[in-house]
């Protein structure tokens, strides 16, 4: 069954450092997201994307965050200069359609951030 | 805005038992409505979701939700909780992006 990866599970990382987090989507869907859930805290959204740019972010995807889809196959999310506040886990998924519709979105399984 | 809540954040419950597990909306249409669950360490894995028709609705695991309208409740219920049903679940609204609840534990004791 296709699934949704991310790499690496786990970066710890200094406070100002830039990190990039990988995702490899489910190989035929269109539509992109990320979201990060601080520990104990709700899942967020972050940014949804397709067609090669932005659909929508929410204001916690402020300068500090970019999205790219460098190739084919990866979807990454850039933090700049990271600060001790973007510590959480971070999730990202794929649809073959957009949210608000009836398509599924996949999750992967995470990458946990530690900026230390 | 649009909100989900979840109002417990922990529940308990005996193997065997029955389960429900509370959700409320607050938006202005019916909008598409999910519950998704989190075992430690995992990613976030759909259980059901609603879009129209049935208001009851079957999902894997044995779960099964109900859409109230007049309470803008999406329930999640399961007849006999087993130990692996111990996880985080959450409830989601779809708006273009899915806007979750809080969350809600679940213990399974034995």
């Known amino acids: 069954e296709p699934e949704v990866t991310q790499t690496p599970s786990h970066q710890v990382t200094q406070m100002g450092q830039e990190v990039i987090l990988r995702c490899v989507p489910i190989?035929?869907?269109?539509?992109f997201y990320w979201y990060r859930q601080i520990l104990g805290q709700k899942v967020e959204f972050l940014v949804s994307f397709y067609n090669n740019e932005i659909s929508e972010k929410s204001e916690i995807f402020d300068d500090q965050f970019s999205v790219e889809r460098p190739d084919g196959s990866n979807f990454t999310l850039k933090i700049r200069s990271t600060k001790l506040e973007d510590s959480a886990m971070y999730f990202c998924a794929s649809s073959d359609g957009l949210a608000g519709s009836w398509n599924e979105q996949f999750f992967g399984p995470g990458t946990r951030l530690t900026v230390l | 805005a649009q909100s989900v809540t979840q109002p417990d954040i922990h529940i308990t419950v005996s193997e065997g038992a029955s389960l429900e597990l509370r959700c409320n909306y607050s938006?202005?249409?019916?909008?598409?409505l999910f519950w998704y669950v989190q075992s430690p360490g995992q990613g976030l894995q759909l259980l059901l979701k609603y879009f129209s028709g049935d208001t009851l609705v079957q999902g894997i695991k044995g779960f099964e939700a109900e859409f109230k309208r007049s309470q803008s409740s999406f329930n999640l219920r399961k007849p006999s909780v087993h130990w692996s049903d111990a996880a985080e679940y959450f409830c989601a609204v779809a708006l273009n992006k899915l806007v979750f609840g809080a969350g809600t534990i679940l213990r399974v004791k034995s």
């Open positions: 190989s035929n869907h269109l539509y």
């Open positions: 938006y202005g249409a019916t909008p598409y």
